[in-house]
């Protein structure tokens, strides 16, 4: 079993800034890709930003200059450090990692979400 524990969402201002963090845990082989999705009410999920296992870094592009994704490997963890924030970055946050659990397969799995909402 692999489960994804997040942390560090809340209720900012405008302009402020919040830290996410996600730690990937339990039948873990490798982990490859790893970032946040958000949701806000009324739209579809969309990619925030991913980090590969060999670092590269991938963000859309309302976010970029922004947010900043890093990984700890040896934590099996992500951070998105997001300053600047927007309320149209208001919405649901969630951990994404593609996860092998064996040397046959990958699979994604996703965190429970957690809500990340600036006032303006």
């Known amino acids: 079993q692999v489960q994804l524990v997040e942390s560090g969402g809340g209720l900012v201002q405008a302009g402020g800034s919040l830290r996410l963090s996600c730690a990937a845990s339990?039948?873990?082989?490798?982990?490859?890709?790893m970032g946040w999705y958000r949701q806000a009410p009324g739209k579809q999920r969309e990619l925030v930003a991913l980090?590969?296992?060999?670092?590269?870094?991938n963000y859309r592009d309302s976010v970029k200059g922004r947010f900043t994704l890093s990984r700890d490997n040896s934590r099996n963890t992500v951070t998105l450090q997001m300053n600047s924030l927007k309320p149209e970055d208001t919405a649901v946050y969630y951990c994404?990692?593609?996860?092998?659990?064996?040397?046959?397969?990958?699979?994604?799995?996703w965190g429970q979400g957690t809500q990340v909402t600036v006032s303006s």
């Open positions: 980090i590969t296992s060999g670092g590269y870094t």
């Open positions: 339990g039948s873990i082989f490798t982990i490859n890709n």
């Open positions: 994404k990692a593609t996860i092998s659990i064996n040397s046959y397969s990958a699979n994604a799995y």
